[in-house]
């Protein structure tokens, strides 16, 4: 109601500068205007500027008093709690176009550390230049998987839990206070997510669209209320939902110590909350009581390597040469 009043007095404000423009345009050549209209006329006009000037002052007090009476949006106070956003990422193709989209939409959101862990034990300059360009605050981690799970004796990896566990292990040497969530390189995400969560007081989950042939993963909700689970995947899960599904506040991880991540792929996400010793109780339902879909469990085609064309001297001293370095280029065989 507030916002379409002040739409229509913005309206009337315009229109009345337009009138008013009209008038003074007119008055401004007063010779031509004696000569068009009688001395009546011009006692009217001035008469009517005087009307327009006074209904545009009280508009815009009508529009100071509106606007000091909006309460301003949560994320545009003084103090709010800090987002933590976990990305775990690995060297590929995709790494920097995925990173680059994700963390551009991160931009739009206020009070947010973005906590990047790498899976690898060199530093990658790549996500370092970019980190520092988009100019967030941001910690830059190098967390490989543990060397026996390369072994041909694991054939599913553990993947992205050393990069979580990495991370969560930074919150609790840093971190006081706020929320974190796992937000993998590769998926989509609305900036009102982040919004939904930044005030969690334990645990909060939310719904994951594109997710398995269900489509969807969420906690389902009754009459506000816990009622069940919809996963395309429930198995013997006792929280069968994906990592995207839930943010953690950080006071509350603070009083678990022993809370992490287990090396157990498909499980990762039950046992992590599992270690949070937690029950449905404990849970808020966010995203409108879970009626909402703020993320999506999206893939980006799988890319291979460049060719060698790019390396034939007749591209010497072109542009090519500098593109060269940031691109993956195909072995020699």
Aim: charged share 25%; glycine share 4%.
């Amino acid at each position: 109601m507030k916002r379409a009043a002040l739409t229509n007095i913005f309206l009337g404000i315009m229109a009345m500068f337009m009138t008013l423009a009209i008038f003074r345009s007119a008055t401004s050549s007063g010779k031509d205007l004696l000569e068009m209209n009688t001395r009546e006329d011009s006692l009217i006009i001035a008469r009517e500027l005087s009307r327009f000037e006074g209904l545009i002052n009280r508009s815009m007090e009508d529009v100071k008093i509106m606007m000091s009476d909006m309460p301003a949006p949560r994320s545009t106070r003084e103090t709010i709690p800090t987002v933590y956003v976990i990305t775990p990422t690995y060297k590929r193709y995709e790494q920097i176009p995925e990173l680059t989209r994700l963390g551009q939409t991160l931009l739009n959101v206020p009070k947010l550390h973005w906590i990047v862990a790498d899976d690898a034990k060199d530093n990658n300059l790549e996500v370092i230049s970019l980190l520092k360009t988009l100019g967030m605050p941001y910690t830059y981690l190098l967390t490989p998987m543990p060397e026996k799970f390369h072994e041909p004796k694991y054939k599913v990896k553990p993947k992205g839990v050393a990069n979580r566990n990495g991370a969560i292990n930074w919150i609790r040497l840093h971190a006081t206070e706020g929320v974190f969530y796992f937000a993998d390189d590769d998926n989509t995400y609305d900036i009102r997510l982040f919004e939904e969560i930044r005030y969690t007081k334990k645990v909060s989950m939310l719904p994951v669209g594109l997710l398995t042939h269900y489509g969807l993963s969420t906690p389902v909700v009754k009459n506000g209320k816990f009622f069940g689970w919809y996963d395309g995947w429930i198995a013997n899960r006792h929280y069968p939902i994906d990592m995207a599904s839930f943010a953690v506040s950080v006071p509350f991880f603070l009083t678990r110590p022993k809370a992490k991540m287990p090396y157990s792929p498909g499980y990762e996400e039950t046992g992590f909350l599992d270690s949070l010793n937690i029950t449905m109780n404990d849970v808020e339902f966010v995203a409108d009581n879970c009626t909402k879909i703020y993320v999506w469990h999206t893939k980006t085609v799988k890319n291979y390597a460049s060719s060698r064309d790019i390396l034939q001297a007749k591209w010497n001293d072109t542009n090519l040469r500098d593109l060269q370095k940031v691109m993956m280029i195909k072995r020699k065989e």
